[in-house]
DNA sequence: TTATATGCAAATGATTTGCGTAGTC
DNA sequence: GACTACGCAAATCATTTGCATATAA
């Protein structure tokens, strides 16, 4: 599995597996579709190209800054910011989007045999 | 004024009005230069383009589901996700980002407006 | 004159779309 | 036969890059 939250292309290399004759095109037309759905979810997230989630259930991600591979986080509760926070400015505030970013695991002992090394 | 946190595109048009013939991959190169420098924050924010923001002060920012137009929240803390959860998985997490959505106060009326006459 | 910045156009990468065809009801 | 999904290629959109020239140090 190349990770849970494949890229368009991602997906379509997958797909060729099973179906070697699909195109790029459709891959593209069936994950919006899914997505309009609500069958899986089109994350916005860093990076240049679009991810796509299976899971529906509301959860927040994080980013690796060192491989860029993406993780669910399922123990940070949905409404993490305080409510107090919503109600500030002139806005209707609808809802929010979060982003962590940091090191996962790998690239966590990665570095941190790294710094070992160069010592 | 287009907006406080303009596109490429949109600061290209504007400084064409002083460099006539300045090219759209100068403005690029130099908003490239400006956020390596720090002396601007290139905004990573839904929507297809990037956007620049001249105020470097950390902060977050909300964006209107109606117009889209883009605002700073300086009243939200820069670290408005309680510790506690910063420190869960297994991920070395760095930090986050928050985009925030709602309706700006110009839409917000408007869809006021709307109902009312839909009544 | 040497390094740096620019204009211009072409290249790139992700995504979308038009169109003719194959498979399905 | 009518509808839908598809393959394929071309189009689109934002952004980047190569290159020859202009500008500045």
Known sequence: MINSHPTAAELYQIVRKRLPKISLGTVYRNLELLTQNRTIRKLEIGGSEARFDGVIKPHHHIRCIACGVISDL????QDVVPQQYLSLGDYDVR???IEFYGLCPLCKSKQATEEINNT
Chains 1, 2 share one sequence.
Do not use: L, S
């Open 74 to 77: 399922f123990d940070v509760p």
């Open 95 to 97: 809802g929010y989007r």
